[in-house]
């Protein structure tokens, strides 16, 4: 297929149809709301179903009785309305169920507002919902990342039967970018699904659930549960490296767009002799927790700057990965402010202080 | 941006309008400053977006203001809401009998109805309304997706389009022949149409390759207004 343009949301509902995934539950919310519109328009033409729910409580529900059946289910959503379906993910997770949900974060906390964020990091990869359960959490920083990600968190949820949550602060849904689908998405096998509810003619019946009054039941389903995130770690680390080099003065660590601003940064500095290096976390759970550590170790590195579009979440994952070997600093600006490529250099050179190149 | 790219209209309003991520607000801004360059007359642009939560022209506005345009958009917080707010100010520049106004409306049918309900004030007004047109979007890749969208646009607003404006781009991988292409598609669009393709649109960089080529249609240089976060206005779009 040829390069289109396409805005973030559609590319991610395009996408979504591409790897099979036609059941679609939503409640409209900005900046997220192309995505529904485009499946409202593309889905009567593959056959799938897109249910708009009464709000996003009803749509966790939703998602968790469709995924029973083993059809590919998704919805998407914007920060107020993930934490609505919270309950709902939590279940689903005790249920081993794969479900995709997409995120298209806006600034929190309360209905805050329209604009970009990157602050919903806690809710994501800590657990939004009650229980000891994991999401697998992967975040774009491009149109076409967005598109790749998003088909392989169909993949991914079928693999482990569990939900995958695609983040992208609200620029992903809304910029445009070209972007190419391919035209099969070509998948390794996958387990059959033994356990979808698909009606118990000639078979003994299936129950899909998360109540388990025997606390010994209960805690074998967590020892289950958490076999599997001790596979996602050790299978489903995803992160990109940006001119680290042994030059390296400091080590850069942020995600999704604003990664794409640190790189603007770490151009124009290289330009000016001084040298940072970026590691940009795809998979946000399970972290690259040994990869920091690795890069932020090396010797030619002074200290580790955490760059967020929040008031400081992931850098406790930084810090934590560092495990104080080296300084670990945060910038970050929230309620919607996309910090610009000039605070961001002047952040680093204020740090590097007294050091500089030239 | 040179004269040669000056594209003058006789009508007092010039109207955007196309579907989504077509680059409606790209045209109406940068035709907005060139017409400031060439025109003693005072020019409003108005912000008619009332379905697109980012990049819409007020976030421009600053800019305009320093070229003596008057940007009319809903002012303080709700300046970054995305609910449909008119401010009195949009029906009183249209039924002025004076001044240039340029209207950047939202995208698709659903961005265009908010102009029926200044159909009243438009009617005995002169306009201009240009279908903008990038062959390169989901919808409006075919003449048949492109009419569709036209008709779609024209129900809504309750008003017929004058002419289409060929603004075919792939943002930082549009080449010369991306526009070529464009031009041929918005061809058969304006003859289906019946309506003129009154000019076709680009990047400095990319039409200024295309400055020799025996074509027909007025080309119009833009120059990114814009842009996103990580580019710097010098540069074009870096993809990742």
């Not at chain 1, 997770?93 to 929190?108: D, E, F, S, T």
């Not at chain 1, 919903?120 to 992967?138: C, P």
């Not at chain 1, 849904?173 to 033994?194: C, H, R, S, T």
């Not at chain 2, 409306?105 to 002169?126: F, K």
Request: charged fraction near 20%.
């Amino acid at each position: 297929m040829t390069r289109i343009l396409m805005k973030g949301n559609e590319a991610i509902a395009e996408a979504a149809i591409r790897a099979g995934g036609v059941h679609y539950f939503a409640y409209p919310i900005t900046p997220q709301s192309e995505v529904g519109e485009y499946l409202a328009k593309r889905l009567p033409e593959v056959g799938g179903v897109f249910v708009q729910a009464e709000s996003e409580v009803a749509v966790g529900n939703m998602l968790f009785g469709a995924a029973s059946t083993g059809k590919r289910v998704f919805t998407s959503s914007s920060s107020p309305g993930v934490s609505l379906m919270q309950e709902a993910i939590s279940y689903m997770a005790g249920a081993q169920l794969p479900v995709v949900i997409i995120n298209i974060m806006r600034g929190g906390p309360g209905l805050g507002g329209i604009l970009p964020a990157q602050s919903d990091y806690f809710q994501s990869t800590k657990g939004g919902g009650h229980g000891d359960y994991r999401l697998l959490v992967l975040a774009p920083a491009s149109v076409q990342e967005a598109v790749d990600l998003t088909m392989l968190g169909f993949h991914l949820a079928d693999k482990y039967r569990n939900p995958v949550l695609v983040i992208g602060d609200g620029m992903i849904g809304q910029m445009m970018e070209p972007v190419e689908f391919p035209d099969k998405y070509d998948e390794p096998a996958l387990p059959a699904k033994d356990w979808a509810i698909t009606g118990a003619k000639g078979r003994k019946p299936l129950i899909t659930k998360s109540l388990f009054l025997d606390p010994y039941a209960l805690e074998q389903n967590n020892i289950v549960i958490h076999a599997k995130y001790e596979q996602m770690k050790a299978n489903e680390i995803r992160f990109e490296l940006y001119k680290v080099s042994a030059k390296n003065r400091m080590l850069i660590v942020s995600y999704g767009t604003m990664a794409r601003i640190c790189q603007t940064v770490i151009d124009d500095l290289e330009r000016e002799g001084v040298s940072i290096g970026l590691l940009r976390p795809i998979s946000l759970w399970p972290f690259p927790e040994m990869q920091i550590r690795t890069e932020a170790a090396k010797p030619n590195i002074e200290r580790v700057l955490t760059v967020e579009m929040s008031m400081g979440q992931m850098v406790e994952d930084v810090d934590k990965a560092v495990q104080g070997k080296k300084p670990v600093d945060f910038f970050g600006r929230t309620g919607g402010i996309v910090p610009a490529p000039e605070e961001v250099r002047e952040r680093i050179l204020k740090l590097l202080d007294g050091k500089m190149a030239k | 941006m040179t004269d040669r790219s000056y594209i003058s209209f006789d009508k007092r309003i010039v109207i955007f309008a196309g579907a989504y991520g077509s680059g409606k607000t790209e045209v109406a801004v940068n035709y907005a400053i060139q017409l400031a360059q060439h025109s003693e007359d005072p020019i409003s642009i108005i912000d008619l977006d009332i379905v697109n939560p980012y990049f819409r022209s007020r976030e421009a506005a600053l800019e305009m203001e320093t070229y003596g345009i008057r940007p009319i958009n809903p002012l303080g917080e709700q300046t970054f809401a995305d609910l449909p707010i008119i401010v009195p100010q949009i029906r009183a520049s249209i039924e002025s009998s004076s001044g240039r106004v340029i209207i950047d409306v939202g995208g698709d049918d659903l961005g265009a109805r908010v102009l029926s309900s200044m159909h009243d004030a438009l009617e005995t007004a002169q306009y201009e309304f240009l279908m903008v047109l990038n062959a390169n979007r989901p919808f409006t890749s075919t003449v048949d997706g492109a009419l569709k969208m036209m008709h779609d646009i024209e129900t809504s607003a309750r008003l017929n389009f004058t002419g289409i404006v060929s603004n075919t781009h792939l943002i930082g991988e549009t080449t010369p022949q991306t526009i070529l292409d464009g031009i041929a598609l918005a061809q058969a669009v304006a003859v289906r149409a019946e309506i003129p393709l009154v000019f076709a649109s680009g990047m400095d960089e990319v039409i200024a390759k295309l400055e020799n080529k025996n074509i027909s249609t007025p080309l119009f240089s833009l120059s990114r207004r814009m842009l996103k976060p990580w580019e710097h206005a010098s540069s074009t779009a870096k993809n990742h």
